[in-house]
């Protein structure tokens, strides 16, 4: 057994966005990243997933696109104070990774395969930053689903956003949280 694998994996912690800093993954640790993300489950070979990475003055500009959502799409006019922090939003941390689901219509790989295999790309993205020492917060927040975001970001009707990879160095360590109880989610199958 590679005990010191299992710990890593044992003690595995998302980072809030915010507790992040630079530096961020360099270009060839981003390379590495998100190379070993694809590293998944991925029947017929589809790769249905897509990448948009944000960083430095990009992260700024992703701001004013979710602050003009906002205020489109938002029933009553947001304060100053909702749109300064949409402005912020990409800011809280130095690198953010848009993941876009984009399943492929092939007999022999249902949706829900791809839609699956997009989720273990995630959090296979997040163990990769992680294991380079870097702390991950994977969100999705209304910013996914807003139509305006879609048309800028230049989704496809198909696709969609399975979440944002927030990746910086780790501020401090994440304090310990409560886990599932097991006995309650297992149950052997008597046969």
């Known amino acids: ?16 966005p915010d507790r992040l800093a630079a530096p ?5 640790e981003l390379n590495k990243i998100l190379t070993v993300g694809t590293r998944v489950p991925d029947h017929k070979k589809l790769a249905p997933w897509r990448f948009i990475v944000f960083e430095g003055e990009a992260r700024a500009a992703a701001g004013e696109i979710f602050a003009k959502a906002c205020e489109k799409e938002e029933r009553e006019p947001p304060s100053h104070v909702r749109l300064d922090m949409e402005r912020a939003r990409f800011m809280r ?21 791809q839609v699956l295999s997009v989720g273990a790309l995630c959090f296979n993205l997040c163990l ?3 294991a380079l020492g870097f702390g991950t917060s994977w969100l999705s927040e209304w910013i996914a689903y807003s139509p305006s975001v879609r048309e800028a970001f230049g989704l496809a009707e198909h696709e ?16 310990e949280r409560e886990r599932p109880k097991l006995e309650a989610l297992v149950k052997h199958w008597p046969g």
């Open 1 to 16: 057994m590679n005990t010191a694998f299992f710990e890593f994996l044992a003690a595995r912690r998302s980072v809030k």
């Open 24 to 28: 961020a993954p360099t270009p060839e």
């Open 93 to 113: 941390s130095p690198m953010v990774i848009a993941v876009i689901s984009s399943a492929k219509s092939r007999p022999g790989a249902p949706e829900w395969e």
């Open 160 to 175: 969609k956003v399975a979440g944002f990879i927030y990746i910086g160095t780790p501020m401090e360590k994440p304090d």
């Open 128 to 130: 990769a930053a992680n």
